[in-house]
C-alpha cells in the first residue's frame, strides 16, 4: 500500500533521479478531431436509444464530459523522483518492496516511458515518461533492486490506443 508522503513522516532515503511530469498528454486536437468525435458519439447515442441500452448512452454522456473537462483543464505537474528505498510519484511514496517490476520502452520520438508494475490482485502499472532523460542510468539502478521485465519491448495496446485517438 503506497505511502502518503504529506500524512507521514516516513524517512524515504536520498534522491537519486527526479524530475516532473504532466498528469496526463494534451493534444492539440484539430476541428476534424472534435467533428469526427461528435459524430461517433451522436451515432452510438442513436444506436443504445434504438436497442434500449439507456445505461451505454448514460457511459456515452459520461466519456463525453470526461473529455470535455480535460479540455478545458491543464494538466498538472506532478513530481517523480527515484530514491534510494522506492520511488515518488506524485504524493505516494511506494517502496520497491511494493512494486513487481520495472520496463522501458524507448522508441523516441513517440514513446519515452519507464512502467513500474504494482503488486496486488489488480494487475495495476504506473507510466512514467522520461521525457528528454536518459534512460541507462535510471536503468542500471532500479535493475539493483527491481527485476526488468525484458518481455514488454512495446507499450502496452490501451496506451498504444489512447495515443492514437489522443483521449488521456
Known amino acids: 500500500m503506497p505511502i502518503d508522503i504529506t500524512k507521514e513522516n516516513a524517512p ?3 534522491v537519486v533521479f527526479q524530475w ?3 498528469e496526463y ?3 492539440d486536437r484539430s476541428r476534424r478531431w472534435y467533428v469526427l468525435t461528435t459524430i461517433l458519439g451522436i451515432a452510438l447515442m442513436i444506436y443504445s436509444i434504438w436497442t434500449g441500452d439507456y445505461l451505454f448512452s448514460l457511459v456515452i454522456v459520461l466519456f463525453a464530459i470526461i473529455i470535455f473537462l480535460h479540455e478545458i483543464q491543464e494538466p498538472i505537474d506532478v513530481p517523480f523522483a527515484v530514491l534510494e ?7 505516494k511514496y511506494y517502496k520497491f518492496s511494493e512494486l513487481n517490476n520495472f520496463w522501458l520502452v524507448y522508441n523516441p520520438p513517440d514513446v519515452k ?3 513500474f508494475g504494482i503488486n496486488g490482485a489488480i494487475k495495476h502499472r504506473i507510466v512514467i515518461p522520461l521525457l528528454d532523460y536518459d534512460p541507462r542510468p535510471i536503468r542500471d539502478y532500479l535493475n539493483e533492486y527491481l527485476e526488468e521485465d525484458l518481455s514488454q ?3 502496452p495496446f490501451t ?3 489512447a495515443r492514437l485517438f489522443q483521449i488521456h
Open 12 to 14: 524515504l532515503g536520498d
Open 20 to 22: 516532473t511530469v504532466k
Open 25 to 27: 498528454n494534451k493534444y
Open 85 to 91: 528505498t522506492g520511488i515518488v510519484v506524485g504524493k
Open 113 to 115: 516511458c519507464l512502467y
Open 153 to 155: 519491448e512495446d507499450e
Open 159 to 161: 496506451d498504444r490506443l
